[in-house]
């Protein structure tokens, strides 16, 4: 299980004598380590049955230690494995009854290669997550209308023939939870935009070193790019907040 930090901006906004938090402070705990991690999501993930916060008669959410570190181990499976909410839901089961399963892994290939030999390379090498379209609507729970009208609007694409990238199954639950607050997939192609530039920024900077002959220097390129990620996510966020003239927790 993730071990969430212990003080920070958590302890301010816990119950008094309870331990448990508001999901505002859940929020600053997972950050530390996940910081595109959101309210939504945290929700999103409530809603999919991952965690079950206690809640106050008004109807607020208060979340106990438990939760959180189980909210960060279902968030590093996602990151960490690109793991199905499905698969991640039946493999803490599991473990609740008392198991030690196996994480499952989803076929992998290298990118940008075809070997044509049929070998599995091994977990450490440089790889991509793939999940059949199947398995993305069942782990994104919509029918083949709903992901169809997803696709014409470029929130998703296929990486292959039938074959999405694992992280489909996380942008499928976001475009699900904004869909609940009447925003349509529509709606989103300015997002998606938006998106598509910061992520040709990102990689303007980091191409030369992806173009680097050394293999350090490559790989030191990709934990550039996932800095640089963050950092502009960061910077999408508060750049919503201002505009909509709100601080959000």
């Known amino acids: 299980m993730v071990q969430t930090p212990s003080g920070g901006a958590g302890d301010g906004a816990a119950a008094a004598g309870t331990g448990l938090m508001s999901i505002g402070a859940v929020l600053n705990v997972l950050r530390e380590e996940f910081p595109e991690v959101t309210i939504s999501k945290i929700r999103f993930l409530e809603a999919e049955g991952l965690i079950e916060p206690q809640r106050t008669p008004s109807g607020y959410r208060k979340f106990s230690p438990g939760d959180v570190e189980r909210l960060g181990h279902v968030l590093r499976m996602q990151r960490d494995h690109y793991l199905p909410l499905k698969v991640i839901r039946e493999h803490l089961e599991a473990l609740e009854r008392g198991e030690a399963p196996q994480l499952p892994v989803l076929g992998r290939q290298r990118d940008g290669e075809a070997t044509g030999t049929g070998q599995e390379f091994p977990a450490e090498a440089p790889t991509a997550a793939r999940i059949g379209r199947g398995g993305l609507l069942e782990a994104a729970g919509v029918d083949e209308r709903v992901l169809a009208e997803w696709e014409s609007y470029g929130l998703l694409a296929p ?26 997939p529509r709606h989103l192609r300015a997002m998606k935009a938006a998106a598509d530039r910061e992520a040709g920024l990102v990689d303007q900077v980091v191409a030369p070193l992806k173009r680097h002959r050394n293999p350090q220097t490559r790989v030191h390129a990709e934990a550039r790019a996932k800095e640089l990620a963050g950092l502009t996510v960061k910077l999408h966020a508060a750049l919503v907040q201002a505009a909509l003239g709100i601080r959000l927790p």
């Open 159 to 184: 990486v292959g023939d039938g074959v999405y990238d694992a992280e489909a199954v996380t942008l499928a639950g976001l475009i699900t939870e904004l869909g609940r607050f009447g925003i349509e």
